[in-house]
């Protein structure tokens, strides 16, 4: 590859146009301060939804102490890319996490969300904060089954009108009707399952990439006719949280941006939100410094692979992947997959299983740059790779110029 | 005589199934399992790249996810060996496979426990118990996850295993952190799963012992039998296992009798009603998953509950959780033996190969997990994946039942043949795909 051709790669991929400028200004972090603090204080007045357990005695009894909390706290508001001075009142808006009515529904998926979710990983913390959520309604974790289960819904639905959040999980199959799945004892659509539940939902949430844009389910030939939540529901807030499976942080971070602001998080075009989307893999990728000096792992286990190089060639698609994975990481942050020397698949990207899947070096995937050349290797790759780069920047460049008509649905939320 | 018909909703497993019960004078006399959920998977599959399939199966299950993946790298492995490619992993690269197996299916078993057996069991006996179940299954299977994705990444979804071995490259911290966490989790289940210690516990190889088991396992094993319940749910009393593991080797078990098996008689085919498959093996079905372990294994303890119980619930609930004692001990092992120094991947990049048609089989959580994969010019021609819930719970086949229908039929009511279902560890996505 030519010197020059090198730089330029260089140059894009580390170019700060890929980030989110997380700067608003001191005027609008001090009203934004202060709204939260009235937020917050009409919150207490109301009363815990049920009977979980109170946060802190909870934190207490799992031998947790204060001071992780606060690490927590000041982790989480960093992540969601509010200053250090909010700390606090994201310390309290977790305690008050059972303030805020969570439905959760399970569609056309492979329950892989609710297992990282609510099962499985997620920083100790974030997970005892599950606990105590206020999740009104879960169809796994439901005590409940059968027909009792689905009048639990119900009333949760009814009782919480224009308040719940919605998450939802999974694609919905439009095809055959919708009969390709059905729920409860009246084998009710997915679809129309959906309707229902988002009706009266103050938000709906996607959760993974199924939920966001048909994930897996919806790859060709798309058998099921499976699309994602944003392709049925209308006018109402969505938010996206893909990535197969999604992070438990950021489903955390959302609920608790609600909980903080009475707001829905900052999206980009995809209605992802910003905190969580905004940057790419690559831009805080623990491999990076290799990619700058070109180190690459050649072959699986070679001598690249055992000093950590970067996986560029191996495939990876950090590159062209926003998601924050290379910071908070997976499974309360012991590792994240390009720890352990597999490239990023690009889970988080729309079409990802038609575009990204590919086991093998992203110069052979299907990522067609503008100008019809699909790359060979890396040394060839000079325009091919720069315009599929610059698909990314150029998705996030519209992000940018749609954020203003997102905000504003931000507000009814 | 009355017949009546009704519909029971079976949720808190992934998905959802729903259970058309028959009943005639008070007793169940049939059930129909339905699936009211199709994806395509296989579908999907056809015509894309032949190593597409390692991240795309996974997908399939939230739930065994891994093992998916381990039985899709094996079919592509064995594919290019039947087209003359000789391909040898690396002892570091099969244990470190089969380590992180033995942690999926640790947490697969530990969720089972306390968040279905032990609530259900509780509701069904009416027992008012405050404890907080699912924070123990969180707890255990959040650690055990955790060993296992310091070698693959994530979990779930992970796609660490490629062919020739695995993309890891882990280090004596690694290990050190890996064990420190299987060391927490022994530690936890002699406490509160089993009450006693764990050495012991597996020297138990007696019915008459099991009196020394404490700890929730403990109890839940003392209210099936103080309530009449241990010998319910019994089946064929015919097992089979297809893949070799930690926990045993292959064979099918046939009223105590082991003999060996071919994967080349397993046969697929469409049930009306329900969009998932029914299969057997020559023409019969077969149970698969711990207890067909335990018993093509011989081991003894499961063989002494067998003598007593057959193939009654009491036998299949401690068979699947026996196995987390005896993974937790050999996952241990693993690590200790684990030669850093040997290569972590043995095939060459340009080794590739365009043709050639592999099969890839798993002892997964539930049981025996089959991938086959035909590619022709580089592209998937066909790709069958055959789940061990197929096996359990299909409708059944000529003038025999389904094994999980066999278990049902008999009970004296819809709770009890729910629970009896549920020892199955049913698992909707992975039936239909
Ligand atoms: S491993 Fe991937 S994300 Fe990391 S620097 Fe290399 S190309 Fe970028
Ligand atoms: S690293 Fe890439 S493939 Fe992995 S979870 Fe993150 S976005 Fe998805």
């Known amino acids: 590859m030519g010197m020059d051709k090198q730089e330029s790669v260089k140059k894009l991929f580390t170019a700060q146009s890929a980030k989110v400028d997380t700067n608003r200004g001191d005027a609008y972090y001090e009203a934004l301060y202060v709204k939260c603090q009235e937020r917050l204080d009409a919150l207490k007045k109301l009363r815990p939804l049920n009977n979980r357990r109170d946060f802190l005695s909870t934190i207490e009894d799992e031998g947790l102490e204060r001071r992780d909390f606060l690490k927590w706290a000041s982790a989480t508001t960093a992540m969601l890319m509010l200053p250090a001075s909010f700390t606090p009142l994201v310390a309290e808006a977790a305690t008050l996490m059972n303030r805020v009515p969570v439905i959760w529904i399970e569609l056309s998926d492979c329950a892989g969300n609710s297992e990282a979710l609510l099962r499985s990983d997620g920083p100790k913390i974030d997970e005892i904060i599950l606990d105590i959520i206020s999740l009104e309604f879960h169809e796994t974790l439901q005590a409940a089954s059968g027909h009792q289960a689905e009048k639990q819904m119900e009333e949760a639905m009814e009782h919480f009108k224009g308040k719940y959040l919605l998450f939802v999980e999974g694609a919905i199959p439009l095809g055959m009707n919708g009969q390709f799945g059905t729920i409860g004892a009246k084998a009710e659509t997915f679809v129309d399952h959906l309707h229902r539940a988002a009706e009266g939902a103050a938000a709906v949430v996607a959760v993974g990439s199924c939920a966001t844009y048909g994930g897996i389910p919806a790859a060709a030939p798309n058998p099921t006719d499976a699309v994602g939540v944003m392709d049925v529901v209308k006018g109402k807030p969505i938010i996206n949280i893909p990535a197969c499976p999604a992070n438990p942080s950021n489903m955390v971070g959302v609920i608790l941006h609600f909980v903080l602001t009475g707001q829905i998080p900052e999206l980009d075009s995809l209605l992802r939100p910003k905190f969580a989307f905004g940057y790419r893999i690559h831009d805080n990728c623990e491999r990076r410094a290799h990619f700058d000096a070109g180190e690459y792992v050649e072959e699986w286990g070679d001598e690249g692979a055992k000093n950590n190089f970067c996986l560029y060639k191996m495939g990876c698609k950090g590159p062209m992947t926003f998601n924050n994975c290379s910071i908070i990481r997976y499974n309360e942050g012991v590792n994240w997959p390009i720890g352990v020397g597999r490239g990023c698949i690009g889970c988080s990207e729309p079409d990802f299983w038609d575009k990204y899947a590919y086991e093998r070096p992203m110069a052979n995937a299907n990522i067609k740059a503008p100008t019809g050349g699909v790359e060979k290797t890396v040394d060839q790759f000079g325009l091919g790779l720069l315009t599929a780069a610059g698909i990314g920047i150029g998705i996030h460049a519209a992000a940018s110029a749609i954020a203003g008509k997102k905000e504003n649905q931000k507000e009814e939320a | ?433």
């Open chain 2, 1 to 433: 005589m009355k017949k009546i018909k009704i519909k029971e909703l079976i949720e808190k497993i992934e998905g959802e199934a729903e259970l058309d019960f028959t009943i005639e004078d008070g007793r169940i006399e049939d059930v129909k399992i339905n699936f009211g959920f199709y994806r395509g998977i296989e579908e999907i599959l056809q015509g894309r790249d032949a190593w597409d399939a390692l991240v795309i199966t996974p997908r399939v299950c939230g739930i065994c996810n891994h093992a998916h993946l381990i039985a899709a790298v094996r079919a592509i492995e064995d594919g290019y060996q039947n087209a003359g490619i000789n391909l040898l992993l690396s002892e570091k690269a099969k244990k470190i496979r089969s380590f992180t197996l033995a942690c999926e299916l640790i947490q697969n078993h530990m969720k089972w426990f306390y968040m279905t057996i032990v609530p259900q069991l509780e509701a069904y006996l009416q027992i008012d118990n405050r404890q907080n179940h699912a924070l123990k299954a969180t707890y255990l299977s959040s650690t055990v996850t955790k060993a296992l994705a310091i070698f693959a990444g994530q979990w779930p979804h992970s796609s660490y295993a490629i062919p020739g071995g695995v993309s890891c490259d882990p280090t004596h911290l690694d290990l050190m952190q890996a064990e420190a966490l299987i060391d927490e989790c022994i530690r936890f289940v002699e406490q509160v799963l089993i009450g006693m210690d764990m050495a012991q516990y597996l020297d138990i190889s007696s019915v008459s012992q099991l009196h020394e088991v404490g700890g929730d396992l403990g109890r839940l094993m003392h209210l099936i039998g103080s309530s009449g319940m241990a010998t319910l749910g019994q089946s064929y009393d015919r097992f089979i296992v297809f893949g070799e593991s930690l926990l045993s080797s292959s064979g099918k078990s046939i009223a105590t009798a082991v003999s060996k098996v071919d994967p080349r008689y397993v046969q697929e085919s469409a049930q009306d009603e329900s969009m998932a498959k029914a299969v057997t093996y020559k023409k019969r079905l077969y149970e698969t998953g711990p207890l067909a372990r335990g018993m093509v294994a011989k081991r003894p303890i499961i063989k002494s509950l067998h003598k007593r119980y057959k193939d009654a619930l009491l036998t299949r609930i401690f068979a699947r959780m026996h196995e987390v004692s005896l993974l937790l001990t050999e996952s241990k092992r693993l690590l200790r033996e684990l030669d850093l120094n040997e290569p972590s991947c043995t095939l060459d990049i340009d080794t590739r190969c365009a043709d050639f048609e592999g099969t890839g089989i798993v002892e997964a959580a539930r049981g025996s997990l089959i991938h086959q994969t035909e590619v022709s010019g580089g592209l998937i021609h066909r790709y069958e994946i055959i789940t061990p819930t197929q096996w359990n719970l299909s409708h059944g086949s000529g003038d025999e039942h389904g094994i999980a229908v066999e278990a049902m039929i008999g009970s004296k009511s819809i709770q009890e043949a729910t629970f009896i279902f549920r020892t199955f560890d049913v698992c909707s996505v992975c039936t239909t795909q």
